[in-house]
């Protein structure tokens, strides 16, 4: 199986040529990682006679793995372009991240919801893309995971529970985050809207 064939079962098929090409053209060492809780991508520059890296975690639906893939060559290229003088996410990258995604939009890649989205998040790109809410949250209506539930979906005062088990029940939204209290310990901890979590047995 070819570059180009295992790409296209990570994300949409057309986009995964073009993604090909990249990884031969910047002699890119591209890792589909395992999932990573603290984050969806990473980009590595060259160092000690090792080239480029980049990884990107497979649990990704189609479109979340192609932004982030792009995102992450965004920073190669200004690597390439600037070595480590800028900003990691200043305005030669964002730059850089809008002209790596025309050609997915010429090509119609995305479904006209995330289309529209990521229009309005180019116009000024933030750090990460699940940093964007509404371009988070068009990426995650193609999950295909539904057995969780998201925190801002919650009424407040529901108590949930995260994959290693704690407990905590939702407090107000402080600013971007929901303050939680954890049932376990009574730390309070804030939560992105986004996190996926389950409902405790009886709420």
């Known amino acids: 199986m070819d570059k180009t064939e295992v790409l ?7 986009a995964a040529p073009i993604i090909a090409k990249w990884i031969d053209y910047f002699q890119c060492e591209f890792k589909i990682s395992k999932d990573r809780s603290t984050k969806l991508g990473d980009y590595r520059h060259p160092f000690k006679g090792k080239g480029h890296k980049i990884s990107v975690n497979n649990g990704l639906n189609p479109y979340a793995f192609l932004v982030t893939t792009v995102h992450e060559f965004a920073h190669l290229l200004t690597w ?3 070595k480590g003088k800028v900003k990691p996410h200043g305005t030669e990258w964002k730059h850089n991240f809008k002209r790596m995604m025309k050609p997915f939009f010429e090509l119609q890649v995305f479904p006209a919801d995330i289309h529209h989205t990521i ?6 790109p933030a750090a990460s893309s699940c940093t964007d ?5 068009a990426l995650k209506k193609y999950d295909t995971t539904l057995a969780t539930t998201r925190v801002e979906e ?4 529901t108590v949930f529970v995260l994959k290693d088990g704690r407990k905590f029940k939702k407090g107000e ?15 309070t901890y804030l939560f992105n809207p986004l996190a996926e979590v389950w409902l405790a047995t009886g709420t």
Do not use: E, F
Not at 119 to 124: A, E, G, P, R, T
Not at 173 to 187: A, E, F, P, S, W
């Open 8 to 14: 296209a079962q990570y994300m949409p098929v057309s």
């Open 80 to 82: 390439n372009d600037h």
């Open 119 to 124: 229009i309005n998040y180019l116009d000024n």
């Open 133 to 137: 809410l509404s371009l988070a949250r």
């Open 154 to 157: 919650l009424p407040l005062h």
């Open 173 to 187: 939204r402080i600013r971007k985050r929901y303050r939680c209290v954890c049932l376990d310990n009574g730390n």
